[in-house]
């Protein structure tokens, strides 16, 4: 996953599903990036992302004055989607910060966590 430094940017969760193939749209879904020490980078600690209304689809706009230096190692988002309290996928994803502007869409796939990230 790449994320741009000074750059307004969304981050989205794609076709969220259920281990039966159906579509979930009623999870609590959280994005949080970790500093390479592992602990939550300030301002990006469980962000909600929350639902699009349909397509098992959910998103987050970064804003352009968001604290992300280009060039930092190590760092990772983690995003988690929950229904009725109980976890149901977690995704690690390593993160790139560079400059510039791009969309970075995710997909996941119910319990299993299925997909990947662009």
């Known amino acids: ?6 750059t ?3 981050v989205s969760l ?3 599903t259920n281990t039966a193939g159906a579509t979930v749209d009623d999870a609590d ?19 909600p992302m929350p639902s699009e209304g349909s397509g098992g689809n959910y998103s987050l706009t970064i804003p352009a004055n968001a604290p992300l230096v ?8 983690v995003i988690k989607a929950s229904q009725a309290g ?8 390593p993160v790139v910060i560079a400059q510039g502007s791009e969309t970075c ?4 796939n119910g319990a299993n966590g299925q997909g990947g990230c662009q």
Not at 31 to 37: G, I, N, Q, S
Not at 70 to 77: L, R
Request: proline letters at 6%; aromatic letters at 10%; one cysteine or more.
């Open 1 to 6: 996953m790449t994320l741009y430094a000074e």
């Open 29 to 47: 879904v959280t994005f949080t990036l970790l500093d390479r020490t592992q602990q939550p980078v300030p301002g990006f600690d469980g962000l």
């Open 8 to 10: 307004e940017q969304k």
């Open 14 to 16: 794609n076709a969220l």
């Open 70 to 77: 280009p060039a930092q190692f190590g760092v990772k988002a």
């Open 86 to 93: 109980m976890l149901k996928m977690t995704k690690y994803l």
């Open 105 to 108: 869409s995710c997909t996941g």
